[in-house]
Structure formats: structure tokens, C-alpha cells
């Protein structure tokens, strides 16, 4: 069984960037696509980005593209999902998963199988 843990979340005012970065143990994650997901106060969890096994496939949320880029390290055991011009209304935990295949169609959460336990991100404006 995969354990997922994410980093890299912190407070930022608009505009600036973060990285967050989603380490895998307890088994390699280098065959399945993995996606980011966020949880904002009062809200659903909503999907943000996915990538594929090999990273030839990657998927973005509308309200993040062109801002927001999703990667992997495969050596690492490693995923990361670079934020760039946040703003408030990206404030949310945030929250790595790996699907139950090398790709995924679509941001639905039932897609994957492993989560992580999150790391907050609040952007100030």
C-alpha cells in the first residue's frame, strides 16, 4: 500500500508562487497517473490537475490553467504541482492522489485510490 505525503503549502500573498511537492512510499507510483485535488472552507473537493504514468497526458482544472503545472520525478517517487499567480480563491488544502491507472479520463475522485492527508495553501490578497 502506497502512503502519500504532500508538502510545500504555506501562506503567499496574490500573485506570488509555491511548489508543492507529493512523496510516495511504501511502493513505486512510477505506472499510475496521479492528481492533485483541493478543498477549500465550506466547498467540495475539487479536482485541480492530473498526469499521466509517463507524463505524456496531463489534465488541468479551467480555473488553473496557465498558472498551475503538474510533474513528476520518477527516481524520487515524486510528483509536484507548481502554483503560479495565485490568488485567494485558491486558498485550500491541498491534496495529492494516485489513480487506479497509468492514465486517467477526468478529474473524478473515485478515479484514485490513495490520497494523501494535505497541506494547506492560503494566499493573502
Known amino acids: 500500500q502506497v502512503q502519500l505525503v504532500e508538502s510545500g503549502g504555506g501562506l503567499v500573498q496574490a500573485g506570488g508562487s509555491l511548489r508543492l511537492s507529493c512523496a510516495a512510499s511504501g511502493r513505486t507510483i512510477s505506472n499510475y497517473a496521479v492528481g492533485w485535488f483541493r478543498q477549500a472552507p465550506g466547498k467540495e473537493r475539487e479536482f485541480v490537475a492530473s498526469i499521466s504514468w509517463n507524463g505524456d497526458s496531463t489534465d488541468y482544472a479551467d480555473s488553473v490553467k496557465g498558472r498551475f503545472t503538474i510533474s513528476r520525478h520518477n527516481a524520487k517517487n515524486t510528483r509536484y504541482l507548481q502554483m503560479n499567480s495565485l490568488t485567494p480563491a485558491d486558498t485550500a488544502v491541498y491534496y495529492c492522489?494516485?489513480?487506479?491507472?497509468?492514465?486517467?479520463?477526468?478529474?473524478?475522485?473515485?478515479?484514485?485510490?490513495?490520497w494523501g492527508q494535505g497541506t494547506q495553501v492560503t494566499v493573502s490578497s
Open positions: 492522489a494516485v489513480a487506479r491507472s497509468s492514465y486517467v479520463a477526468g478529474g473524478a475522485p473515485a478515479n484514485f485510490e490513495s
